[in-house]
């Protein structure tokens, strides 16, 4: 049989960033999935970082992290819940990344002493890396991500590799631009264009003329403004796309697809869909849409002061776990967030925790407000409010516990009290050793780790399995020394490693709590829209009892 040509489909975005570039490139995998294409998804960052490790997530978003432990931009985590798809490191590379292989293999001489030259190396060390992927996924269509906007010095040289791929295979790569489109006049609904118009003007001189447009705009695009459009950018009738602000982003495959988006991908590329079945997820969205009740949850850090500003792609897989498990319900989550500090300044102000039905407290690292989330920690436990701790949540609930039921005064984590007299959470005695050689990577958990769970416990009936594998990133664990005192006091250690080396779950009993939880490692990295996490599940239907009508809820 003759072999499949490979397909490429490339998204970049314009006019501005933050255009919605990660979940474009999501959705256009999902529609072509629906139509029984097997699709992969890329993410390039330009920035010198060889990883999203070192990033900071107040400024740069979520670090996700894959299986193998890749760190990664938030988008991944996107590709993976549309797609419903486990991705590896050669689904992610940086400027960084790259330059860091093409001179590791210069020194190695495996250029047999030429001159090594910014083009065509690099370029074609983009290329190779998209092949790689493409193989190791047996895809017929590689959807990849350039990130910044065009225009930036920064991509240019990501943006030569599509070029010279599309010289070399024109029929088989298709450049799509996500392009925002502002809107003046009173009501704000006229749509302007030139923006857009400029922004192709900086793909053409770099050799490039979008094959698509997406056009981001607040309202639908009106077919005077697609027309205009595809006459001023050299664009063939139809080649402009809506794409209008929306509620859910899982709406948005539905609105490409309705907008026949698809179409004109498999006319371009002379791909021969299979199929057209999206029912199950637009059951999924419908589902969500038609949400009869509202819970409301607290998720408690530490920069979510007045006057600060919350980034919430710092907590975009929280989130969207929170979206999962509730649209499963039947129900849809007001989430709030909680400032920790507040609770230290003022701490009459826990009662302020009634009004909510769940509280999370997250991952995150640091000494600043941690004294307020122990303090939520411990309200949420003695007055019943369903609490659920992620990763630091987890930690400090093992802190909260040993303090305040085994009788541990001033036990603590080292992170936060090296000297503590009772070092319930501490790094493990190998990762001291890392530490001490100043070998740093080795001293955190990174990607998947299996994990044994006690028969009967929470967990267990939450995942209706014995044994599970999650993902990690973390360098503090639960001391071993203290886990006999806490376990004789209450507290159920319901997952551990398999050589029961490390604890990975804590829980309190039904019959003491609704839902009191913590989990060592990230369950939010795993959920997906049609498959949410049974941990996130299981913590939404103990919320529910307290629901609201949506009607009655504030906005």
């Keep these: 049989m003759k072999k499949k040509k490979t397909k490429y489909i490339f998204v970049v975005g314009g006019v501005m960033s933050g255009v919605g570039k990660g979940i474009a490139s999501a959705s256009i995998g999902k529609i072509l999935q ?11 960052d330009p920035y010198v970082n060889v990883d999203a490790g070192t990033m900071n997530p107040t400024e740069h978003g979520e670090v996700f992290v894959l299986n193998d ?51 065509p190396r690099i370029p074609l060390e983009i290329i190779e890396r998209i092949n790689k992927a493409i193989t190791k996924a047996k895809a017929e269509v590689a959807i990849t991500e350039i990130g910044g906007t065009v225009g930036e010095y ?26 925002h489109v502002p809107a003046l006049g009173a009501g704000g609904n006229e749509l302007k264009t030139k923006p857009t118009q400029h922004a192709v003007r900086s793909l053409n001189a770099v050799g490039l003329n979008p094959d698509i447009i997406l056009a981001r705009a607040h309202i639908p695009m009106d077919k005077k403004r697609k027309e205009k459009i595809e006459f001023m950018c050299s664009l063939q009738k139809g080649d402009v796309i809506s794409a209008p602000n929306v509620k859910n982003i899982y709406e948005v495959p539905i609105n490409f697809e309705n907008d026949g988006l698809a179409d004109r991908i498999f006319k371009k590329l002379k791909i021969k869909p299979r199929q057209k079945d999206m029912k199950e997820w637009r059951t999924m969205v419908k589902k969500m849409q038609n949400a009869k009740k509202t819970i409301r949850i607290g998720i408690v850090g530490k920069y979510f002061g007045t006057g600060e500003f919350v980034l919430e792609d710092s907590y975009i897989s929280v989130i969207e776990a929170i979206k999962h498990a509730s649209g499963a319900h039947g129900s849809r ?72 039921v085994v009788g541990m005064k001033g036990a603590n984590t080292t992170e936060i009290n090296p000297k503590t007299p009772y070092p319930v959470i501490d790094i493990m005695p190998e990762q001291k050793k890392n530490l001490k050689e100043k070998n740093y990577g080795a001293t955190m958990r990174l990607g998947a780790y ?48 398999p050589n029961g080396e490390f604890m990975e779950i804590a829980e309190l009993p039904r019959n003491i709590h609704p839902f009191f939880l913590g989990t060592q490692f990230h369950p939010e990295l795993k959920s997906r829209p049609l498959s949410p996490h049974p941990l996130f599940l299981t913590f939404i239907k103990a919320c529910l009892p307290a629901g609201r009508p949506v009607s009655k809820i504030k906005k």
Excluded at 161 to 174: F, G, Q, S, T
Excluded at 469 to 481: A, Q, W
Aim: net charge neutral; proline share 3%.
């Design 34 to 44: 629906s139509r029984g294409i097997e699709v992969t998804a890329l993410k390039i």
């Design 450 to 497: 299996p994990a044994n769970l006690k028969k009967g416990s929470i967990a267990e009936t939450s995942y209706d399995m014995s044994k599970i594998s999650e993902r990690h990133r973390h360098r503090y664990e639960v001391n071993p020394l203290f886990i006999d005192k806490m376990v004789k006091a209450g507290l159920t250690f319901s997952g551990s490693s």
């Design 333 to 404: 989550s007001d989430i709030q967030w909680v400032n920790s500090e507040q609770f230290e300044k003022n701490p009459s102000s826990l009662k302020e925790l009634k009004e909510f039905d769940g509280i999370i407290v997250p991952g995150g690292f640091g000494s600043r407000g941690v004294e307020g989330k122990i303090s939520v920690v411990k309200y949420c436990r003695e007055n019943k409010i369903p609490y659920f701790g992620l990763c630091y949540g987890m930690q400090l609930a093992v802190v909260e516990f040993a303090r305040n």
């Design 69 to 119: 432990g890749t760190e990664c931009d938030q988008d991944m985590g996107n590709y993976e819940r549309f797609l419903n798809r486990d991705l590896s490191q050669t689904n992610y590379m940086t400027t960084g990344s790259v330059y860091l292989s093409v001179i590791q293999r210069e020194r190695n001489l495996e250029f047999g002493g030429k001159q090594v030259e910014v083009v």
């Design 154 to 179: 920064e991509n240019i040289l990501f943006l030569e590799a599509v070029r010279m791929l599309k010289i070399k295979n024109p029929e088989d790569v298709l450049l799509v631009l996500v392009s």
